[in-house]
């Protein structure tokens, strides 16, 4: 039976959302979008634009040779993403990263999908579940779920949400940034899209100073919440301060690493360890912190950012903040179509499935909302193979591992970027040493099989794309 006339509401006008609408609509279905903003805000969101970017503006690497999220990136092309086709719009330079300006990118998903004629915005909070005679419905909420929604979610669910801390980095007015003392350099020179290989500002450190910063990161005034002590940070979006207190060296062997760049002021002494700071909007004016995200206080905050050479007199549009996220346990919770098992036609897209990051939230709404619209159709949609990007990320959701009281040993599930350690090895003797290279192991070896296994995504994508309904 199809029901192809009557709209798909989806929750939440977040990258995943908005992601979710455009393949429905593209497809000819009607949608409904709710979004709360508008209405009521949140803690981490400035504005009531659709897909607004509230922590870094970086949508990672673009390579699709041998980066997982560049495979992601190039899948989500081939797809007609309404988020990669903004993003590629709003690029600033940023290495070998694709980076975009925030407000740009934001206005350009928003006025998409406000001007397409088969997509409805509606500026409201939803309390609770859709009705069930809305029929199809998608929750896209992000990890900024009301909390009525939430408590929603776990009276349907029986179930109880996961949840961590994620933390935002700082944005610095580049005119004040003090370039006597800074350089613009990408880490090994490296040109990326949009880029000229100095797409980074970097300020160096030397021993003592390295010491005096990490010992003011841990002394430093920090945000405390007590009430929801013991829930874990995600580990790709560690506070520094956190980082910091793991051990001495850490940030130095992190997001401080002095790697791949030279000091341009003083090329014969290589620095001890370098923060770097990534262009945040189109017009240069704006430069966010790399790796910076923090739960200091503000005043705590700006006193120790200018103890940083170079940022003396550092002035901030935005200092850095931090914010709950929420996600559901899905691999017990969803089916292998994003769909909750306890109530057929209802669906869960981006961060709240526990992916983690902006570009893997689009694509779980990109698959959620081609997924609703088979369903509405009467058609049956396949998965895509779990080859591609698209579906070890989705496999890693609706399969993840899964904490039992009879099992002590496995892991709980815990959100995920894409990367290649979700992805089935390749066929034994696959790798072959290329003609002409002498030296083949380790790390030439490790290269060539990322090639191989992102060609392989890219053409799996490409036939699965050719069976879809939308």
Request: glycine share 10%.
């Amino acid at each position: 039976m199809t029901e192809t006339t009557s709209p798909l509401h989806i929750i939440g006008g977040g990258l995943a959302g908005s992601e979710a609408a455009w393949q429905a609509a593209k497809a000819g279905i009607p949608v409904i979008l709710h979004e709360m903003r508008g209405v009521r805000g949140t803690d981490a969101h400035k504005t009531d634009h659709l897909a607004e970017l509230v922590c870094s503006n970086s949508f990672r690497s673009d390579d699709a040779t041998s980066n997982a999220v560049g495979v992601l990136h190039a899948e989500m092309r081939l797809a007609g993403s309404l988020i990669m086709a903004s993003a590629d719009a709003n690029q600033v330079p940023a290495g070998g990263a694709l980076a975009v300006d925030r407000e740009g990118f934001s206005a350009a998903v928003t006025s998409a999908l406000e001007s397409h004629p088969l997509i409805t915005i509606v500026r409201e909070e939803i309390s609770g579940l859709p009705p069930k005679e809305w029929g199809q419905a998608i929750i896209a909420t992000g990890p900024l779920t009301a909390p009525s929604l939430a408590t929603a979610i776990q009276a349907e669910t029986g179930a109880d949400a996961l949840a961590f801390f994620d933390a935002i980095a700082p944005i610095v007015y580049t005119e004040s940034i003090d370039m006597n003392v800074c350089w613009y350099q990408s880490r090994y020179d490296k040109v990326g899209p949009g880029g000229t290989g100095k797409d980074y500002i970097n300020c160096p450190m030397d021993e003592a100073q390295y010491n005096a910063f990490v010992d003011a990161l841990v002394a430093g005034d920090k945000t405390g919440f007590k009430e929801w002590e013991g829930t874990p940070y995600f580990d790709g979006c560690l506070p520094i301060e956190v980082m910091a207190e793991r051990g001495r060296e850490t940030l130095r062997h992190g997001p401080m690493k002095p790697m791949g760049l030279t000091n341009a002021h003083n090329p014969t002494v290589k620095p001890y360890a370098v923060v770097q700071l990534r262009q945040d909007n189109a017009l240069g004016t704006l430069y966010n912190m790399v790796g910076f995200q923090t739960k200091l206080k503000y005043g705590a905050q700006a006193e120790v950012i200018r103890m940083i050479p170079g940022l003396e007199n550092a002035e901030f549009a935005r200092l850095g903040g931090l914010h709950r996220n929420t996600y559901i346990n899905s691999p017990t919770l969803l089916d292998a179509t994003l769909a909750l098992k306890s109530r057929p036609g209802l669906r869960f897209a981006g961060q709240i499935t526990g992916c983690e990051g902006y570009v893997e939230s689009a694509a779980i709404g990109l698959l959620a909302g081609r997924f609703a619209v088979a369903e509405k159709r009467g058609e049956s949609l396949l998965p895509p193979p779990v080859t591609t990007a698209f579906g070890a990320l989705l496999n890693h959701i609706t399969g993840g591992h899964i904490v039992s009281d009879d099992e002590p040993g496995k892991r709980s599930f815990q959100p995920m970027n894409v990367n290649f350690g979700l992805f089935p090895p390749l066929e034994p003797g696959a790798i072959t040493k290329p003609e002409g290279v002498k030296r083949f192991r380790g790390k030439e070896k490790a290269i060539v099989k990322k090639q191989m296994t992102a060609a392989r995504a890219l053409d799996d994508c490409a036939k699965w794309l050719q069976t879809t309904a939308a």
